[in-house]
């Protein structure tokens, strides 16, 4: 799921090491992370503000993605990282929900809206592009001063209260752009493989991108809820049991 809140993941924490060698390659890790979560927060507010420049002298959102994408692109895709941070155990999140989350959001700007055109004025793909925005400025900064041992509580406060409204809002965006795709992607037939063909096998993406939307159904739930313990666990110091399935 692209919106995604999952705490944790942004490379926020780094294993603690016993022995003098593990301790050295903390540190360097500990300063990797702050230089890449610096480097995502100021990406995003590079982001949010060519898009708030672009609004007040346009008058209107038309043309915006546009402008934009080649920033959102890159910082989007660079998030790629924060997987290779799970698998290489700098950071404790897992590297399948990790991945998860980033290659949804990854997929939701090539795939759709870089390679569909015609949707690139909608309002729903506006409307993902600011919570995005929004949440990300949140994360990263949040991740920043956590590594840094010196977190303002309005910091806290936003990361556990923004994304109440932010993650339905930006899951909205994204299920309204990939429904305003679906007709040009029936009518050109793209990323869909007709049979016959030497490899004797079929794919199409119109019906992908509809079981894509019907995979919000259980995933949001999960990860919204998760979200909601983890704000009453950070903000209220509730001891949160997991149930064992």
């Not at 593990?22 to 503000?49: D, E, H, P, Q």
């Not at 795939?111 to 995005?132: D, G, P, R, T």
Request: net charge positive; hydrophobic share 45%; glycine share 6%.
């Amino acid at each position: 799921m692209a919106s995604s809140e999952e705490d944790g993941g942004g490379n926020g924490s780094v294993e603690e090491k016993e022995n003098g060698k593990k301790r050295s390659l903390g540190a360097l890790a500990t300063a990797w992370l702050i230089f890449y979560n610096v480097a995502m927060t100021a990406g995003w507010l590079v982001l949010g503000i060519a898009m708030v420049r672009f609004y007040i002298q346009k008058g209107t959102h038309r043309g915006l993605f546009r402008s934009v994408q080649k920033t959102l692109k890159f910082f989007q895709t660079f998030a790629l990282l924060e997987v290779v941070h799970c698998a290489v155990g700098i950071v404790r999140t897992s590297v399948l929900v990790t991945g998860v989350q980033v290659s949804s959001r990854i997929f939701m700007v090539w795939f759709i809206a870089h390679s569909i055109k015609q949707i690139q004025n909608e309002e729903s793909v506006i409307l993902f592009l600011v919570v995005w925005t929004v949440t990300e400025i949140t994360r990263y900064s949040f991740y920043t001063f956590n590594l840094l041992n010196h977190l303002p509580y309005f910091i806290k406060w936003a990361r556990y209260n923004f994304f109440i409204i932010l993650y339905p809002a930006g899951v909205a965006g994204e299920l309204l752009t990939i429904y305003a795709a679906l007709p040009y992607v029936k009518k050109t037939g793209m990323f869909s493989l007709r049979l016959p063909n030497k490899y004797n096998v079929s794919f199409d993406y119109y019906y992908f991108l509809i079981i894509v939307m019907f995979s919000y159904i259980p995933l949001f739930p999960q990860l919204y809820f998760h979200m909601l313990r983890q704000r009453r666990k950070v903000l209220h110091g509730e001891v949160i049991v997991e149930k064992d399935d």
